[in-house]
């Protein structure tokens, strides 16, 4: 089923208080404001050498016939005005310029290659990475273990100090992704990239996408329940929630993951 984000004037601003939307605090006025913010207001938080712009997408923007992905190219990002989903889409580009660039590269490269109508694996990996991505570090090689098995428990409640500590931290990437946080009650599960080690893991993604080291096929992803970091989720002080939630699954016969990106 679709998801469909709250109305504005419904949203449960008890959401920004906490992971991942707390996260993004320096956006947090844009999102609890009674008014959307414009594409003007967004533009005005680039730097003056961005070299793209927010354009609000109406039909005229849409008669140029080209791509999504090749405006963006040219510097011009098609954002829906009112829409959450556009909206979160542009604070990741605020935040994560570099990371958004590669990705838009290797589409557009990819869109040359398969011609607008067709998609290929590499698209599809951009494409979930884009919408729901994590960028996850790891210090410790047996909690990587834990996660090829789909080990939750192991992962999130033993090595919870490592998370509390700040040893193993996940970053929010995916604007659909932060979309679907504005409901309260709802289990988030992403798809991540994970660095083991390094100071600086969207420099270390943005520098693989941009080689074609990764996501060259959406199977690269590690499905990751995000809900269950601690303190992400209300639950995550209850052991049981580990092995009695739905987004805890079971990984399937024959899965297996690619090594973990080094660190920088």
């Not at 040359?112 to 290929?120: D, F, Q, T, V, Y």
Request: some cysteine.
């Amino acid at each position: 089923m679709r998801y469909v984000a709250p109305p504005r004037e419904q949203l449960d601003r008890r959401v920004l208080a906490v992971p991942p939307l707390a996260h993004w605090r320096e956006f947090s006025a844009l999102i609890a404001s009674d008014a959307w913010p414009e594409t003007a207001g967004l533009n005005a938080l680039l730097p003056a050498d961005a070299g793209i712009r927010f354009v609000a997408q109406d039909r005229a923007l849409l008669d140029d016939g080209l791509h999504y992905e090749e405006r963006i190219a040219q510097g011009a990002i098609a954002t829906r005005e009112a829409n959450w989903h556009d909206l979160f889409n542009a604070f990741v580009w605020l935040r994560y310029p570099t990371l958004k660039r590669a990705l838009n590269a290797r589409q557009v490269a990819e869109i040359a290659r398969m011609g607008p109508r067709e998609r290929s694996r590499p698209q599809c990996a951009l494409t979930h990475f884009d919408e729901a991505g994590i960028i996850v570090t790891l210090r410790d090689s047996d909690m990587l273990a834990a996660w090829d098995k789909h080990d939750w428990h192991t992962l999130f409640w033993v090595y919870r100090d490592a998370w509390q500590r700040g040893d193993a931290r996940a970053e929010i990437f995916g604007h659909a992704l932060l979309e679907h946080a504005l409901t309260p009650e709802k289990l988030l599960v992403g798809k991540a990239l994970v660095v083991m080690g390094g100071d600086d893991a969207a420099a270390v993604c943005s520098r693989a996408i941009a080689q074609g080291d990764v996501l060259n096929d959406p199977q690269e992803l590690r499905p990751l329940p995000v809900s269950g970091v601690p303190g992400w989720h209300e639950d995550t002080e209850n052991e049981a929630f580990y092995t009695t939630a739905p987004c805890f699954q079971p990984i399937r016969a024959g899965r297996m993951y690619p090594p973990a990106l080094g660190g920088a």
